[in-house]
C-alpha cells in the first residue's frame, strides 16, 4: 500500500513529472534523429542525382545495402560495419538501446510510475557516441576524399574533427545543467546577438 501510495507522490509532482517526460522524449527524439541519420547517409552515398519524381539512386543501393537485412536501420548498419566504420559491438549496442526505446515508447505511462530507468543517461551517451563514430568515419572515409582539394586534408585526424552531434550533445547537457547560469547560457548570448544586430 505505501509502496503504490509512494508511487502516486512522485507521479504527482510537477516537476518529477516534467523531467521523466523530458528526459524519455529526448532520449525517443534522438533514437529517431540516429535511425534517420544512419540510413539517409548510406542510401545518398548511391544517390545519382534527381528527376522529375525526385532523387534517383544508384541500382546497387538494392544489392548492397538492402539486401542485407528486410529493417533499412539493420542494413544501413550492417554496411556501415562491412565498410569498417562500426563493429559488431556497436550494432549489438544499438540493438540494446533499441530495445530500450521500444520499452519507453510502448510502457511510457508504466516507466513513468516507476520512475525513468537509472540507465537512461548512459544509454543516450551511448547514442551519441554511435552517432559522432559514424559522423567522423563519414567525413573521413567518404566526404575529404571526394573533395576537390582533398589532398590539404590529407593530415586530418578523427581528433581533429569536432561533428554537430557532439557540439549538440554539450549543449543539451548544458542546458540540463542545474546550475542556472551555465543552463540558460545559449539563449542568453543569443538576445545579446539579436539586440546587437537589432
Known amino acids: 500500500m505505501n509502496a503504490n501510495l ?7 509532482d510537477p516537476e518529477n513529472l516534467k523531467g521523466n517526460l523530458m528526459a524519455s522524449s529526448l532520449f525517443i527524439a534522438t533514437y529517431e534523429s540516429f535511425t534517420d541519420y544512419a540510413i539517409d547517409e548510406v542510401k545518398f552515398f548511391y544517390n545519382t542525382g534527381f528527376d522529375e519524381s525526385g ?59 516507476e ?3 537509472a540507465d537512461l543517461p548512459k544509454l543516450f551517451l551511448d547514442l551519441f557516441i554511435l552517432r559522432v563514430k559514424i559522423e567522423k568515419w563519414w567525413i573521413l572515409n567518404i566526404e ?23 557540439m549538440l550533445y554539450r549543449i543539451i547537457m548544458d542546458m540540463l545543467s542545474d546550475d542556472e547560469k551555465t543552463a540558460n547560457f545559449y539563449k542568453n548570448e543569443f538576445l545579446k546577438y539579436r539586440i546587437h544586430k537589432n
Open 6 to 12: 509512494d508511487k502516486w507522490i512522485d507521479f504527482l
Open 55 to 113: 532523387y534517383t539512386f544508384n541500382p546497387k543501393y538494392e544489392k548492397d545495402v538492402l539486401s542485407k537485412d528486410k529493417k533499412v536501420i539493420n542494413a544501413s548498419l550492417l554496411w556501415l560495419k562491412e565498410n569498417e566504420a562500426i563493429s559488431a559491438e556497436d550494432i549489438e549496442k544499438f540493438n540494446e538501446i533499441r530495445r530500450y526505446r521500444n520499452k519507453l515508447t510502448h510502457e511510457l505511462m508504466n516507466i513513468l510510475f
Open 115 to 117: 520512475k525513468v530507468p
Open 144 to 166: 575529404i576524399p571526394t573533395e576537390p582539394d582533398s589532398e590539404k586534408y590529407q593530415n586530418i585526424t578523427e581528433d581533429d574533427i569536432i561533428t554537430s552531434s557532439q
